[in-house]
């Protein structure tokens, strides 16, 4: 039997355990996700395994005297099994601690976060969102936050609309991206948007531990033939509503090749790899949507962009890169 949400090992250890400070940290929860633990060290990490590859996502979700015993046995552990570890989405703190422990490490992208403490949208910088939201608004869409046992049926509708429009080999992604439903849905929060009483869009948004509390914005679905503005219209109600409560971080998840800056690199990290997530940020739009991506998340002027690592155990390799895609479901 399951343990209960609120006394879950890993649910435990992403919120008391902040020293990475990361803002994913709730995607450990996301179903179908292996966890390790160690008689002999206090927390956890999380991980898939791909073929012969082990994907571990972020850090070690522990306290910060068991931190290293934890990433020892865990690297043992994989070691022994004949298989390749690579760990993804690690913070900085994550990176100079497994760079430390002979890890090639290499930023691979960023995430970013508003401040809502002094947020509003005036100012011309915010003219053109203002427009697509007021656009959305004339449509007819109202927003409202919505309990998401509610609404399975028409959030399942909006996903298979949604993921249609993507092409006929488009998949559903995992791992690094959040999820509706499950053990842990109450911790979330859902704003639904409808027009006429049809749901045509939703933001499900994850809470965020540590130093910069809030909520992430995640996974996000729009009908394909929706009115613009649709996203925009839900997250900017969300906001008002984060705000009105205290709430002082809404962060936008992480983008993967963008951000990139070489001042944020390690000693030790792989120049070949270096080229590579640049290459990818300029020509991989196939690969990964990054520019679209960060084109949404910028058009809300945020405060921070937080560099995020790839680690690798040895050399960086192009076959241990690719099967982080492979635990996204992405191929």
């Given at each position: 039997?399951?343990a209960?949400a609120?006394?879950?090992p890993?649910?435990?250890a992403?919120r008391t355990h902040?020293l990475?400070?990361?803002?994913s940290?709730?995607?450990?929860?996301?179903?179908?996700?292996?966890?390790?633990?160690?008689p002999?060290?206090?927390?956890v990490?999380?991980?898939r395994?791909?073929?012969?590859?082990v994907?571990?996502?972020?850090g070690p979700?522990?306290?910060?005297?068991s931190y290293?015993?934890?990433?020892?046995?865990?690297?043992?552990?994989?070691?022994?099994r004949?298989?390749r570890?690579v760990?993804?989405?690690?913070?900085?703190?994550?990176?100079?601690?497994y760079?430390a422990?002979?890890?090639?490490?290499?930023?691979?992208?960023a995430?970013?976060?508003?401040g809502?403490?002094?947020f509003?949208?005036?100012g011309t910088?915010?003219?053109?969102?203002?427009?697509?939201i007021?656009?959305?608004?004339?449509?007819g869409?109202?927003?409202?936050?919505?309990?998401?046992?509610?609404?399975y049926?028409?959030?399942?509708?909006?996903?298979?609309?949604?993921?249609?429009s993507?092409?006929?080999h488009a998949?559903p992604?995992?791992?690094?991206v959040?999820?509706?439903?499950g053990?842990?849905?109450?911790?979330?929060?859902?704003?639904?948007?409808?027009?006429?009483?049809?749901?045509?869009?939703?933001i499900?948004y994850?809470?965020?531990?540590?130093?910069?509390?809030g909520?992430?914005?995640?996974l996000?679905?729009?009908?394909?033939?929706?009115?613009?503005?649709?996203?925009?219209?839900i997250?900017a109600?969300?906001?008002?509503?984060?705000?009105?409560?205290?709430v002082?971080?809404?962060?936008?998840?992480?983008?993967p090749?963008?951000?990139l800056?070489?001042?944020?690199?390690?000693?030790?990290h792989?120049?070949?790899?270096q080229?590579l997530?640049?290459?990818?940020?300029?020509?991989?739009?196939?690969?990964y949507?990054?520019r679209?991506?960060?084109?949404?998340?910028q058009?809300w002027?945020?405060?921070?962009?937080?560099?995020?690592?790839?680690?690798?155990d040895g050399?960086a390799?192009?076959?241990?890169f690719?099967h982080?895609?492979?635990?996204?479901?992405a191929f």
């Amino acid at each position: 039997m399951s343990a209960p949400a609120a006394d879950h090992p890993v649910l435990s250890a992403v919120r008391t355990h902040s020293l990475a400070e990361n803002p994913s940290s709730f995607l450990a929860l996301n179903a179908g996700n292996d966890v390790f633990a160690a008689p002999d060290a206090e927390g956890v990490i999380v991980y898939r395994r791909t073929g012969r590859h082990v994907v571990q996502f972020g850090g070690p979700f522990a306290s910060p005297d068991s931190y290293g015993t934890l990433l020892e046995r865990f690297v043992e552990h994989v070691r022994d099994r004949g298989l390749r570890l690579v760990g993804v989405q690690l913070q900085r703190a994550d990176a100079e601690r497994y760079a430390a422990a002979g890890f090639t490490v290499n930023q691979i992208g960023a995430s970013w976060a508003v401040g809502l403490a002094d947020f509003a949208l005036r100012g011309t910088r915010f003219m053109q969102l203002r427009n697509k939201i007021s656009r959305a608004l004339r449509s007819g869409l109202q927003v409202k936050e919505v309990t998401a046992d509610d609404w399975y049926e028409a959030l399942a509708r909006i996903d298979g609309a949604w993921l249609g429009s993507k092409g006929e080999h488009a998949r559903p992604l995992e791992f690094l991206v959040g999820e509706v439903g499950g053990q842990f849905q109450a911790h979330r929060r859902l704003f639904l948007g409808t027009i006429d009483g049809s749901p045509v869009a939703y933001i499900s948004y994850s809470p965020v531990y540590g130093s910069r509390a809030g909520w992430m914005h995640d996974l996000s679905r729009r009908v394909p033939d929706g009115s613009p503005g649709l996203m925009e219209a839900i997250n900017a109600h969300a906001i008002e509503q984060f705000r009105s409560e205290g709430v002082q971080w809404l962060h936008f998840g992480f983008t993967p090749f963008t951000g990139l800056d070489s001042r944020h690199e390690l000693p030790g990290h792989s120049p070949s790899f270096q080229w590579l997530m640049h290459c990818l940020w300029a020509q991989g739009e196939q690969l990964y949507p990054a520019r679209s991506q960060l084109a949404y998340k910028q058009k809300w002027a945020p405060d921070l962009a937080i560099p995020e690592y790839i680690a690798f155990d040895g050399q960086a390799s192009l076959a241990s890169f690719a099967h982080v895609f492979r635990a996204c479901n992405a191929f």
